[in-house]
């Protein structure tokens, strides 16, 4: 079973404007959570990460928000731009683990028109 | 310098025939990750090996699918009599070993059984 979930396939936003992916879990023993931004035919490069004892972390134009007692975190990228177009995955890591295994959603494929 | 190299970038084969995916990992790291990824589906832990630390074999689906990591450095994921549900791109990881370090991709390898 998905721990990782992020329910929305894609999401379609204009250039300049906000884009939020959301993603949701269900184990309560993550409590390292990461964003990944993936290309076609590349493999995945980290993009921002947030650890449980935060609720919210930003670099650039790229903010991850944890709502922690929901079991929810989002992404946010403002403004848009049509580099940011690719697939984003969401990805957690268990509280004590020292092995990093990450478990990652499904991902959304954002789209930034201009 | 360097990033994380796998080959072939696409292997095509068929249905109960051996494979063998190759992942040169960064340079100096300690830590390397097989995950995969089928159609729809987010990234699946499948191994991972730790300097000279046993691996740790809990993702791999079934005994058909193993791997090695020679030298600490270069490894390869075989999976043996392969079948249609093996079909999926195979991705590689690197870090430096130090717990929750950024987990380095390569391109991967698309797999496909007929």
């Known amino acids: 079973d998905q721990q990782v979930k992020q329910n929305s396939p894609s999401l379609s936003v204009q250039e300049g404007r906000i884009s939020i992916l959301n993603c949701d879990y269900t184990?309560?023993?993550?409590?390292?959570f990461l964003w990944y931004k993936k290309y076609p035919a590349e493999g995945p490069t980290f993009l921002i990460s947030?650890?449980?004892?935060?609720d919210k972390n930003e670099d650039g134009r790229f903010t991850v928000f944890l709502n922690k007692s929901a079991k929810h975190l989002s992404l946010h990228i403002v403004p848009s731009q049509p580099g940011d177009s690719a697939v984003y995955f969401c990805?957690?890591?268990?509280?004590?683990?020292?092995?990093?295994?990450?478990?990652f959603g499904r991902g959304t494929q954002l789209t930034v028109w201009p | 310098g360097a990033g994380v190299s796998q080959s072939p970038s696409n292997k095509v084969t068929e249905k109960g025939k051996d494979v063998e995916l190759r992942c040169d990992p960064i340079?100096?790291?300690?830590?390397l990750y097989w995950y995969r990824q089928s159609l729809g589906q987010g990234l699946e832990f499948l191994i991972y090996?730790?300097?000279?630390?046993?691996?740790?074999k809990s993702g791999l689906p079934s005994d058909r699918f193993s791997a090695e990591r020679t030298g600490g450095s270069v490894s390869t994921l075989t999976i043996q009599r392969t079948q249609q549900e093996d079909s999926a791109v195979y991705l590689c990881?690197?870090?430096?070993?130090?717990?929750?370090?950024?987990?380095?991709f390569g391109p991967g390898t698309r797999l496909t059984v007929l």
């Open positions: 990881a690197s870090s430096s070993g130090v717990v929750r370090d950024t987990q380095y």
């Open positions: 340079s100096g790291h300690t830590a």
């Open positions: 090996f730790q300097g000279n630390s046993a691996p740790d």
């Open positions: 947030i650890s449980s004892i935060k």
């Open positions: 990805a957690a890591s268990e509280r004590g683990s020292t092995l990093g295994r990450l478990y």
């Open positions: 184990n309560s023993m993550f409590d390292y």
